[in-house]
């Protein structure tokens, strides 16, 4: 590891402010470049300036976590008002509860079952000729049958994918998707809640320090690496290497803004699993601040597509072709020294908010180890395979 120098971090999103903070807190020169014209990266939110509404600009984030020191970590920037997530769906001509729970099961077979019972027939109208499933369909066949699959799974799962759920892996359905009792908070995590001003000024918080230099409209390149000790890479890893094997492969979302004079849907989230809807949900913002109040409304309806060179690169796709270019993006990016790869983009991982605060968190701990031992950082902590 080179002498101790000024640290340069690529993304103001939620991986290099913290980072950022810790290695300033330990006393480093810390300077930060964003590409956009500003900080907070994917979990940006800004304040709609007719309605007052609280506008979740790239799609809808909510914070949930088990992890306690994430919980405290984030509570010490910001307050944070109590938020569940209830998300509904438009199947047919019906609303439903969603996850798929008691409550669903009924509405959606006119039953009056109770969770045992509900039980029993759901296991009745799983596909058991399935023994070893290998595709999403199999998969949810085989745990919640026909019907259920073609009203909540197969529809918005081919929209959000853009392929069919017979080429996606099982593996994206880990579990039973089905809950047998009334619970419809769509998080099962122990903490949960929403920054009472926003993710950008929670976020604005953590890169306030006297250290932190932030510089937006920047957009990193390669050769500058070297006018730092180290630097800590949250932008895209096919990127950084110039895209050498071919462009990783992601999703990207379009949002259709409208606004509503009162209450548009009555809640945050409404999903909408038919095929014939070319949307995949419509979001409805002023319902994830539930503690405010505002006679307009702001909403978008979101559609997922294939990620072109000039899009904002949101979900990684992680199929086979995929896996195999980022094998090579990876054996390729083992090589350089003085340069760790972290967050979303730079691991090719879809990283929840808490998951995303923890790895920064082991990731500048990590660093000041290292650099007490005069040792060397990893390019990855987390490995991106
Ligand atoms: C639609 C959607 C909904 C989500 N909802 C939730 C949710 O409800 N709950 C939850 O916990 N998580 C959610 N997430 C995940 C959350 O967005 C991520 O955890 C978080 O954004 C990761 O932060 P990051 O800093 O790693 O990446 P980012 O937020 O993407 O920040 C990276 C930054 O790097 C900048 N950058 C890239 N390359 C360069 C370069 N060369 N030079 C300068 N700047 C560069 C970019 O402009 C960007 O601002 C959601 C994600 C998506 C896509």
Request: proline share 5%; hydrophobic share 35%; net charge negative.
């Amino acid at each position: 590891m080179r002498a101790s120098g000024r640290i340069g971090i690529v993304g103001a999103g939620l991986s290099g402010a913290v980072i950022g903070r810790e290695l300033a807190e330990a006393g480093h020169q810390v300077e930060i470049f964003d590409a956009r014209n500003h900080i907070a990266g994917n979990c940006h939110t800004e304040r709609d300036e007719e309605t007052g509404v609280m506008i979740h600009v790239y799609g809808p984030h909510i914070f949930h976590t088990d992890d306690r020191e994430v919980w405290d970590y984030v509570n010490s920037f910001q307050a944070f008002m109590p938020y569940k997530n209830r998300v509904k769906a438009t199947s047919g001509d019906q609303v439903y509860s969603l996850p798929v729970n008691l409550h669903t099961i009924n509405q959606f077979f006119g039953k009056t079952f109770r969770p045992d019972e509900a039980r029993t027939f759901i296991e009745a109208q799983a596909d058991t000729s399935i023994e070893d499933p290998k595709t999403f369909e199999e998969q949810a066949l085989r745990f919640v049958g026909k019907d259920l699959y073609e009203a909540f799974f197969q529809g918005y799962t081919q929209k959000q994918w853009g392929c069919s759920p017979t080429e996606l892996p099982a593996s994206i359905l880990k579990r039973l998707p089905v809950r047998f009792n009334y619970d419809d908070n769509y998080f099962a995590h122990k903490y949960q809640g929403m920054p009472e001003n926003g993710y950008t000024d929670m976020i604005g918080r953590i890169l306030d320090h006297p250290n932190i230099n932030v510089s937006l409209k920047t957009r990193f390149v390669r050769a500058q690496k070297d006018d730092f000790a180290h630097v800590f890479y949250s932008g895209s890893l096919d990127g950084y290497l110039d895209h050498e094997f071919g462009p990783l492969g992601y999703r990207t979302l379009d949002f259709e803004r409208f606004e509503y004079d009162g209450d548009y849907q009555g809640c945050a989230v409404m999903n909408y699993g038919d095929v014939s809807v070319p949307y995949t949900r419509i979001t409805e913002h002023k319902h994830f601040s539930p503690w405010e109040e505002h006679k307009g409304s702001v909403c978008y309806r979101e559609f997922s597509r294939e990620c072109g060179p000039e899009d904002i690169p949101y979900y990684p796709i992680r199929l086979v072709k995929d896996k195999e270019q980022l094998a090579q993006y990876v054996e390729r990016a083992s090589r350089e020294t003085a340069i760790t790869f972290v967050g979303r983009l730079g691991t090719y991982r879809y990283l929840d908010m808490d998951v995303t605060i923890r790895e920064a968190l082991d990731t500048a701990r990590l660093y000041l180890a290292r650099e007490a031992e005069n040792a060397s950082m990893p390019v990855f902590l987390h490995s991106p395979i």
